[in-house]
């Protein structure tokens, strides 16, 4: 089975400009989980959403927006980009919520 | 005080030694622990996960939780130029939910 799948693998982006990320599960997964890893960090837990609905979301701005679709797959969408925002970002997914996580390759963002 | 603290290494052994890695933590809600290999600009992949306190032994891993202490530690045994990443541990309250994790140990095992 294929794991988790994410795209783009990279993406350049200018300040103020918006960015729209997506994943998809591993088929089964009902929920996906979005991290953000900035170089010789560990993630930072974003958003997690399980059957479509938001079940947490972490210490980020409202910059930071993400959905669910029926089929599962999900979006990470960031308005108006700052510098700081360069990172790996991961989704994972997990059966259902609150069962162990599989994270995908990552889109790594490069915000000039 | 960050929730999870883990020495960001480097740690250089040689091929063959026995590896320990370790986490602390202060949040006493986490019950789930984990363990990831993280290779140069890939996803973090899982190795070990553990509920609440004890041992979990997988092939040359093996994962030991003391709750106690707020403690968590991977052994690796026979290292091997492979075994070469970043390893994160992560932890959780409930299961899947929001993991946190420590900034990880870059571990590089040489010939």
């Known amino acids: 089975d294929a794991g988790v799948t994410q795209s783009p693998t990279h993406l350049i982006k200018t300040r103020g400009q918006h960015v729209t990320l997506r994943c998809s599960p591993i088929?089964?997964?009902?929920?996906v989980s979005w991290y953000q890893q900035v170089l010789g960090q560990g993630p930072q837990f974003i958003f997690q959403?399980?059957?479509?609905?938001?079940?947490g979301r972490g210490n980020f701005p409202d910059r930071f927006s993400a959905r669910q679709f029926p089929n599962y797959s999900s979006e990470l969408n960031v308005n108006a980009l700052l510098l700081g925002d360069s990172a790996l970002y991961l989704c994972?997914?997990?059966?259902?919520?609150?069962?162990?996580?599989?994270f995908g390759p990552g889109t790594r963002l490069t915000v000039t | 005080q960050k929730e999870v603290e883990q020495d960001p290494g480097p740690l250089s052994v040689p091929e063959g030694a026995i590896v320990s890695l370790n986490c602390t933590y202060s949040?006493?809600?986490?019950?789930?622990f984990m363990w990831y290999r993280q290779y140069s600009r890939k996803g973090p992949e899982l190795l070990m996960y553990?509920?609440?306190?004890g041992n979990k032994e997988d092939g040359r891993f093996t994962a030991q939780v003391d709750k106690s202490s707020k403690y968590i530690s991977l052994f690796i045994r026979d290292s091997q130029p492979s075994d070469s990443a970043t390893y994160l541990c992560?932890?959780?309250?409930?299961?899947?939910?929001?993991?946190?994790f420590g900034t990880g140990t870059q571990l590089k095992v040489e010939l």
């Open positions: 088929s089964g997964h009902k929920s």
């Open positions: 994972a997914s997990s059966r259902i919520a609150g069962e162990v996580q599989y």
């Open positions: 992560a932890m959780s309250e409930g299961g899947g939910n929001k993991l946190t």
């Open positions: 553990t509920y609440s306190s």
């Open positions: 949040n006493s809600a986490f019950q789930y």
């Open positions: 959403y399980y059957e479509k609905e938001e079940r």
